[in-house]
C-alpha cells in the first residue's frame, strides 16, 4: 500500500508523559499537513510543510507541540507534558503542488491518543 | 476563509441515489471545491473536487450551480458503505490547508 501511513495508530499515555507520532507521506509528496480531530467534530489545521519547510502553523500548536520534516520525507509531531486535553486522533496528510491549485490532500488513518 | 453550510444530516434507502447539497455564498474565483467523507475511526477519504463545470468520478458526481453559489455532491447508487460524514470545502491551495466544517452525517438505510 502506497498510502499515508502513521504510527502508532493507538497510544495511552500519563498526564505529563511525552509522547512522539511519526508519518510517512505517499512517495515523493512534497506536502504535508498534521490534522487533529476531537469526537464529533471536524478535523482542525494544526501544521503544514512543504518540503523540510514548515510554512504554517495554527494557533492550536501550543508550545508543548512541535513538528518537523527533516530531508522533506517523513514527518513526525511531539506533544510535551501531555494534558487530557490533548486526547484526540492526530491526522497526517500529503499531497503534491507545485502550483496553487486544487490539489487532491490524501489522510492517513491517523493515531489515537488517549491521556488519562 | 470563504464557508459552506451543509445540512447536519440525510437519510437514503440504499441503492438510491442520494444529493447531498452545499452552500458557498461567499466563494471566490479562485475556490476550488472539495469533496471528502470519512467514515468511523478512518481519516477523511478524498471523493471529488472542481472549480467550474460538473465532474463525474468513480466514486460520485459533482453538479456545480452556474453562480457557483451551490454545489451538490451526488452518488448515484448508495451502499452501506457510503455511510459516512460528508464535507464540503472550499479549497484555495494559497491557503495551504483544508478548513473543514461539521459536515453532513449520511446514514443509509437497508
Same mark, same amino acid.
Given at each position: 500500500?502506497?498510502?499515508?501511513?502513521?504510527?502508532?495508530?493507538?497510544?495511552?499515555?500519563?498526564?505529563?508523559?511525552?509522547?512522539? &507520532?511519526?508519518?510517512?507521506?505517499?512517495?515523493?509528496?512534497?506536502?504535508?499537513?498534521?490534522?487533529?480531530?476531537?469526537?464529533?467534530?471536524?478535523?482542525?489545521?494544526?501544521?503544514?510543510?512543504?518540503?523540510?519547510?514548515?510554512?504554517?502553523?495554527?494557533?492550536? @500548536?501550543?508550545?508543548? &507541540?512541535?513538528?518537523?520534516?527533516?530531508?522533506?520525507?517523513?514527518?513526525?509531531?511531539?506533544?510535551?507534558? #501531555?494534558?487530557?486535553?490533548?486526547?484526540?486522533?492526530?491526522?497526517?496528510?500529503?499531497?503534491?503542488?507545485?502550483?496553487?491549485?486544487?490539489? #487532491?490532500?490524501? &489522510?492517513?488513518?491517523?493515531?489515537?491518543? #488517549?491521556?488519562? | 476563509? +470563504?464557508?459552506?453550510?451543509?445540512?447536519?444530516?440525510?437519510?437514503?434507502?440504499?441503492?438510491?441515489?442520494?444529493?447531498?447539497?452545499?452552500?458557498?455564498?461567499?466563494?471566490?474565483?479562485?475556490?476550488?471545491?472539495?469533496?471528502?467523507?470519512? @467514515?468511523?475511526?478512518?481519516?477523511?477519504?478524498?471523493?471529488?473536487?472542481?472549480?467550474?463545470?460538473?465532474?463525474?468520478?468513480?466514486?460520485?458526481?459533482?453538479?456545480? +450551480?452556474?453562480?457557483?453559489?451551490?454545489?451538490?455532491?451526488?452518488?448515484?447508487?448508495?451502499?452501506?458503505?457510503?455511510? +459516512?460524514?460528508?464535507?464540503?470545502?472550499?479549497?484555495?491551495?494559497?491557503?495551504?490547508? @483544508?478548513? &473543514?466544517?461539521?459536515? #453532513?452525517?449520511?446514514?443509509?438505510?437497508?
Amino acid at each position: 500500500d502506497t498510502g499515508v501511513s502513521q504510527d502508532p495508530r493507538h497510544k495511552i499515555t500519563k498526564r505529563g508523559q511525552n509522547v512522539t &507520532f511519526r508519518c510517512d507521506p505517499i512517495s515523493e509528496h512534497n506536502r504535508l499537513y498534521w490534522y487533529r480531530q476531537t469526537l464529533g467534530q471536524g478535523p482542525e489545521f494544526l501544521t503544514y510543510f512543504q518540503n523540510e519547510a514548515q510554512l504554517e502553523k495554527s494557533r492550536l @500548536l501550543s508550545d508543548r &507541540f512541535s513538528a518537523e520534516r527533516p530531508k522533506g520525507s517523513f514527518s513526525t509531531l511531539e506533544i510535551q507534558r #501531555t494534558e487530557q486535553g490533548d486526547s484526540a486522533m492526530y491526522l497526517c496528510a500529503s499531497s503534491y503542488g507545485q502550483t496553487d491549485s486544487g490539489n #487532491t490532500i490524501y &489522510f492517513g488513518e491517523g493515531s489515537w491518543l #488517549t491521556v488519562v | 476563509d +470563504a464557508k459552506t453550510t451543509q445540512p447536519n444530516s440525510m437519510e437514503s434507502n440504499e441503492e438510491e441515489p442520494v444529493h447531498l447539497p452545499c452552500n458557498h455564498s461567499t466563494i471566490s474565483g479562485t475556490d476550488y471545491i472539495h469533496w471528502y467523507r470519512q @467514515l468511523p475511526s478512518q481519516g477523511p477519504e478524498y471523493v471529488i473536487h472542481g472549480l467550474t463545470s460538473n465532474v463525474n468520478n468513480r466514486m460520485a458526481s459533482l453538479a456545480i +450551480a452556474e453562480d457557483r453559489k451551490s454545489s451538490t455532491l451526488i452518488l448515484h447508487r448508495a451502499t452501506l458503505r457510503d455511510a +459516512a460524514v460528508y464535507y464540503c470545502i472550499l479549497y484555495s491551495g494559497s491557503a495551504r490547508q @483544508l478548513t &473543514f466544517g461539521s459536515g #453532513t452525517q449520511l446514514t443509509v438505510l437497508p
